[in-house]
């Protein structure tokens, strides 16, 4: 009697450890867009909290697979390490914000991306991830642009904005970040909303639609308004009739948003979006990262040499890397960027029909950081890794009925 009960409980086990993990994932992907002040240049995000549960309660579900993860995986914990040695050895020591944040902050990008490619075993737990963290982002932009309104027509101050009320920032603290949140949640709506099985339909994909597009305008992100530049130009190239609805949808409704705020919007608008003196700063601090890294060119000057030198982080991923990292280290970074772009458009190439949305709203996701991360140093950003451990998962799983069923040749295409 026993020995015929004992297989069915292994199964049940390994299945309720599974869904534990995927439950966890989801509270993850849903409170990604809160984070919390709690010192000097000290955050605390509450999603992280899923993170150590993961580790506490679902550790033996973690996984490890070769086809979720590549060689620049490894050179990025490589480049961080030798880039802490060079910056010790030039400095004297490690500032304590590049220690925590920097070095022992990269732990929490790479634990989220173990966790979220080890939930995901299909297309359902792939797609549910995607409307859990967009829904979530949605929810909370609602209340953000109403704090944004309030302090619009009122002057009230509310948490959900920065700059006197000028720009809104939702829970994420800086308007770029939250812009670039915003492009990430609505190219993710877009690009998987069409097809035999669409993400969302009728009522919310147009809610979603509104409130995530005013978001971004209300940040005033130049960072946030390239990134989705590019974004939907890659979604034109890809799919024409499809990316023709948000944009007519914003061209029409445009002049009721006007018409709502009022003949002062336009001015502010003008003023917010062009802010010639922060323009002016930026690009100088790419012509102080281009210097730094004519001193150092191979290695750079080390973790945090920059922001020490200077007085401020570099505002753009790249040259934060290329100061920071030299010429290795910004190599690095591209391959890295570039692998999992390669991998969302095989996904995109070869899933089933009723799967090559979700495909495509990934590829667009990381299109859209890629132009974010112009203009902020967006690589800690964790939905980013987000979109980057869906578009490993995404991957995976197109490949596994290629593995199977495919003839040879096909599957040569999608490995090369």
């Given at each position: 009697?026993?020995?015929?009960a ?8 390994f ?16 409170l990604l ?30 996984q ?9 995986h490894?050179?990025?914990?490589v ?5 802490s040695?060079v910056?010790t050895?030039?400095?004297?020591t490690?500032d304590?914000?590049?220690l ?12 989220s991306y ?9 297309w359902r ?5 995607i ?15 109403g704090g944004?309104?309030a302090a619009?027509f ?5 948490p ?6 000028a720009r809104?920032?939702?829970?994420l ?6 812009g670039?949140l915003?492009?990430?949640a ?8 069409w ?8 009522g919310t ?19 946030a308004?390239?990134?989705l530049t590019?974004a ?5 190239v890809?799919?024409p ?6 944009v007519?949808?914003?061209l029409?409704?445009s002049?009721c ?7 002062r ?9 062009s802010r010639?003196?922060?323009v ?6 790419i012509?102080d990262?281009?210097?730094a890294?004519?001193?150092?060119p191979?290695?750079g ?13 570099a ?6 890397f ?5 010429l290795l280290?910004?190599a690095?970074l ?8 390669r991998?969302a ?10 799967h090559?949305p979700?495909?495509?709203a ?14 902020i ?9 987000l ?5 490993a ?6 490949r ?5 069923w ?11």
């Open positions: 009697m026993t020995s015929m004992l297989p069915h409980a292994i199964p049940q086990k299945a309720s450890a599974k869904g534990l993990l995927s439950l966890l994932v989801l509270g993850y992907v849903a867009p809160y984070l919390f002040n709690v010192g000097d240049r000290l955050n605390f995000a509450p999603a992280d909290i899923f993170l150590l549960l993961a580790v506490l309660l679902a550790a033996g579900q973690l490890f697979r070769s086809d979720l993860w590549s060689p620049w490894i050179a990025i914990l480049t961080f390490v030798l880039g040695l910056g050895l030039r400095w004297g490690l304590r914000y590049e925590f944040n920097k070095e022992a902050g990269l732990l929490l990008p790479f634990l173990v966790a979220i490619t080890s939930s995901i075993t299909d737990n792939l797609r549910r991830v409307r859990y963290f967009t829904l979530g982002v949605v929810f909370e932009n609602v209340v953000a642009i944004f309104l619009y009122w002057g009230v101050s509310t959900f904005t920065r700059y006197e009320g809104l920032s939702g829970m603290l800086d308007p770029n970040a939250y670039g915003l492009a990430v609505l190219v993710l709506s877009e690009g998987a909303s097809g035999p099985a669409p993400l969302f339909r009728g994909l147009w809610f979603s639609r509104i409130t995530l597009a005013l978001g971004i305008l209300f940040t005033f992100s130049r960072s308004w390239i990134g590019l939907v130009l890659v979604f034109f890809l799919k009739a499809v990316a023709i609805r948000p007519l949808s914003a029409v409704l002049p948003l006007f018409l709502v705020l009022g003949h919007f336009l001015p502010f608008l003008e003023n917010m979006a010639p003196h922060q002016q700063q930026r690009i100088d601090l012509r990262a281009i210097s890294f004519k001193s150092h191979m290695l000057g080390g973790l945090g040499s920059f922001r020490l030198a200077v007085g401020e982080v505002h753009n991923t790249a040259m934060w290329l100061a920071d990292f030299g280290g910004l690095v591209l391959l890295f960027m570039t692998w999992f772009f991998r458009w095989l996904s995109y190439r070869f899933a089933a029909p009723e090559r979700l495909a495509l990934l590829l667009l996701a990381h299109t859209a950081m890629i132009g974010v991360a112009m203009g140093e967006a690589f800690y950003q964790r939905h980013w890794w979109v980057m451990a869906l578009i998962a995404c991957y995976s799983l197109t596994r009925p290629l593995v199977n495919t003839p040879k040749g096909q599957l040569a295409r999608v490995h090369s």
